[in-house]
């Protein structure tokens, strides 16, 4: 297929800044809404991109997660940002539960040199990490172990989490849709994310902002089921109304976190 240089730019945009909406490309090439359609719908029918409603992103499994390995090296900078930014804002002596994702990792070394946290976990990775605190508490939950990530799953993971009630409960999410849900691929997984929310105090959501407008399968929870988003970037239409109609709280994590 022989592309206009539009269609070559549009492509760029969307690799190099994730999902976008229709309106922001209208926007950021001074075309119109229809152009940008028609755009789209070329570069659909060629199986260069995914549409969703009201925008567009690359063609991705909806049923399948990226690597473990391939999704440690994505967007590395703004999860040490996000990392940052929820490490300022966890206090010294409080409880904790951190479940599994990359995202999640990036949080356990910025605590490194945090005092008297007790912290509940089902990712091996952050228990190896924060067992090195001296002054960190570590509670490993028993389950099925997951040999890509190292994240344990299953009904013996919930049964554990259950046992818990916890200050703050900090999530990892694969997927933002507009309609406001968090999504993720493993329904086991999914399983222990809402025991998680069910047993704190705060919820807390980190996401960069690749997230917003990735599908996945599986629904997690709602938006507003979360008092604390974490991400690197202001959220695009329609995040930013779900936020406030929510009471979601939103920090931004600047480049000055990095």
Known sequence: MNLA??????????????PQTIE???ERFGVTLQTVRRDVQRLADAGLLSRFHGGV????????NIAYRQRQAMESDAKTRIARAIAQRVPNGCSLILNIGTTI?????????????????NNLHVAALLSANPSCEVIVAGG???????????????????????DIGLIGISGIEADGT??????????????????????????????????A??????????????????????????????????????RDAA
């Open 5 to 18: 240089p539009r269609h070559t730019h549009l492509l760029d945009v969307v690799r190099t800044h994730g």
């Open 24 to 26: 922001a490309l209208a």
């Open 57 to 64: 992103r690359l063609p991705g499994s909806t049923t399948e």
């Open 105 to 121: 990792e990036a949080v356990a070394r910025e605590l490194m040199q945090h005092q008297g946290l007790r912290v509940i976990t």
């Open 144 to 166: 099925q172990v997951r040999g890509a990530d190292q994240g344990i799953v299953g009904e013996a993971t919930v049964d554990f989490m259950r046992q818990f009630k916890v």
């Open 182 to 215: 968090l999504r993720d691929f493993d329904y086991r997984e999914v399983k222990v994310a809402r025991t998680i929310i069910g047993q704190s105090r705060e919820v807390w959501l980190a996401a960069d902002h690749s997230k917003f407008n990735r599908p």
């Open 217 to 254: 399968m599986v629904e997690l929870a709602r938006l507003d089921e979360v008092d604390v988003l974490f991400t690197d970037e202001p959220p695009p239409p329609p995040f930013d109304a779900l936020l406030t109609q929510g009471d979601v709280e939103c920090v931004v994590a600047g």
